[in-house]
């Protein structure tokens, strides 16, 4: 067989991802904050791009000549010299202004030195028509160090003292607890350890209470301390914690020396107690949650299923600008780019509203299947996964999975992120349907804040109780689902439910 070069035609067939398309899956998966700030940055790059508030999403046509701005009322006010001149005005408030600002200055509007978020006109929009920043007004947040630096200089007097204090404080963790050890910062200073554990003292003093413990029992202490409330039998209890978390009460009354009823009146001061003071002063601001798509119960039964028009940004091409410059540019160059910008602007403007369309298509598809739980609440809650949702909307999984993902829908039965709904199926007995996984976490919880303290459930008795309910359960997963949950053992449940009993009948 001769070996020779030629030519050959093929015809082949291949799916290719395009710029375009990538965009469109991302979008998907954006929550709308995240989304906000992509059309933002789109903007930046896209001169055709627009935000309105008010319009509906359409394109703007193009009108034959661009017509004449009208006079805003604004500008009326700035050309008037005899309203706006510093005489005219203390004439007509009988005032002086020269305290104020400069005589000399006229209508023409002068660089503000506080920056534009602080220049307002009226109405209390800024002089381009936006409105202020609110956030330069708003105060920042005092960190835990800065509340513990500005009490050093009242709580110490010596310059070394309070060198010592300030590195304490900087030594501190995000909890409040200083986790390096006195001897290790009295040698980085040069000081004398018995003197850095005096100002630690003096430290832990300082607000919040209970501020540079090195450890939990010594946290406690301290507000205990302060509330006069550490006695010796309250000491012991502090010094064998893992005996309360073990919730051996048995053990406890032996070491503290006291009955059943002392240490439920003593576990019911500790849990009064703050184990992280420094917490609230590092924790991050709570974000609310905006819910993208709105359920609500219409008269006939049926439920009304809608986006949350303020999480829907609406985008305009503007294609007024886009025919002005086409008929100005001179290059090539130039009016390549502006055929780009007014396609990347079709195309987004075109991919926002099928995110929009494929949004509302699950989430209508997610009601109907989940039409009990909207009616009666978690315990009637259907095991659903993605292939049922993508096979009823004729889409893939993995498209349904990008528009569950940070979406959040507001029902009857309060505000539930998407993926919430989608939960494992445990089979029933009898062959009844599946039950959903978050309904029998639900069930369990709901059993076990029902017994008593005589009759404690032990998941060998939860799962009797769910087999009884149509439930078909082992007790691996009830013993997994209860730690999920963070409810202790049966032992543990019963243990304080019997001194908390006692206590109370005394």
Request: glycine share 4%; hydrophobic share 40%; with cysteine.
């Amino acid at each position: 067989m001769a070996l020779s070069a030629k030519l050959q035609v093929r015809q082949s067939q291949s799916l290719v991802m395009t710029p375009q398309l990538m965009q469109s899956i991302r979008l998907l998966q954006f929550s709308h904050l995240e989304l906000s700030a992509f059309i933002s940055r789109e903007m930046e790059k896209n001169p055709l791009l627009e935000m309105t508030e008010d319009s509906p999403r359409e394109e703007i046509a193009a009108p034959a000549e661009p017509a004449a701005p009208e006079p805003s009322p604004e500008a009326e006010w700035v050309g008037q010299e005899l309203e706006t001149s510093a005489e005219a005005i203390e004439a007509r408030l009988d005032t002086s202004l020269e305290n104020v600002f400069d005589a000399d200055r006229t209508g023409q509007a002068q660089p503000s030195p506080l920056g534009d978020p602080w220049k307002t006109g009226s109405g209390g929009q800024g002089l381009d028509g936006d409105a202020p920043d609110l956030d330069a007004w708003c105060a920042r947040a005092v960190s835990l160090a800065e509340h513990l630096h500005a009490q050093t200089a009242v709580g110490l007097s010596a310059p070394a003292d309070r060198l010592i204090a300030s590195e304490i404080i900087d030594s501190l963790d995000d909890d409040g607890y200083l986790r390096r050890d006195c001897a290790e910062i009295a040698t980085a200073l040069g000081a004398r350890p018995e003197r850095v554990e005096a100002v630690l003292a003096i430290v832990q003093t300082f607000d919040p209470t209970g501020v540079g413990a090195r450890n939990l029992a010594e946290c406690l202490s301290l507000q205990l301390a302060e509330r006069n409330r550490l006695d010796p039998a309250m000491a012991k209890l502090l010094a064998n914690l893992e005996l309360l978390a073990r919730r051996d009460f048995t053990e406890l009354c032996r070491i503290c020396g006291v009955d059943r009823n002392d240490i439920a009146d003593m576990v019911r001061e500790i849990r009064e107690l703050d184990p992280k003071p420094g917490h609230r002063f590092n924790a991050a601001p709570t974000q609310p949650v905006t819910p993208d798509v709105l359920v609500q119960a219409r008269a006939d039964g049926a439920w009304q299923i809608e986006l949350n028009t303020e999480t829907l940004p609406r985008v305009l091409v503007n294609r007024t600008y886009y025919s002005r410059v086409a008929r100005t540019c001179r290059t090539e160059a130039d009016k390549t780019f502006m055929t780009d910008c007014l396609q990347s602007a079709n195309w987004l403007v075109r991919s926002l509203d099928q995110r929009a369309q494929t949004i509302l298509k699950v989430a209508t598809e997610i009601v109907k299947q989940q039409d009990m739980f909207m009616a009666y609440g978690v315990e009637h809650l259907r095991p659903l996964n993605l292939k049922t949702v993508a096979d009823a909307i004729k889409m893939h999984e993995s498209t349904v999975s990008r528009v569950t993902a940070n979406k959040y829908m507001l029902t009857p039965r309060g505000l539930f992120e998407l993926k919430y709904f989608f939960t494992q199926a445990i089979a029933a007995t009898g062959g009844d349907a599946s039950h959903s996984a978050e309904a029998v976490r639900h069930r369990i919880r709901q059993l076990i804040d029902a017994e008593k303290a005589q009759a404690v459930l032990s998941d060998d008795a939860l799962v009797d109780l769910l087999k009884k309910g149509g439930v078909d359960i082992a007790r691996r997963t009830v013993a997994k689902y209860r730690e999920s949950m963070n409810i202790p053992s049966s032992v543990q449940r019963r243990r304080e439910k019997q001194a908390f009993t006692a206590s109370e009948a005394v």
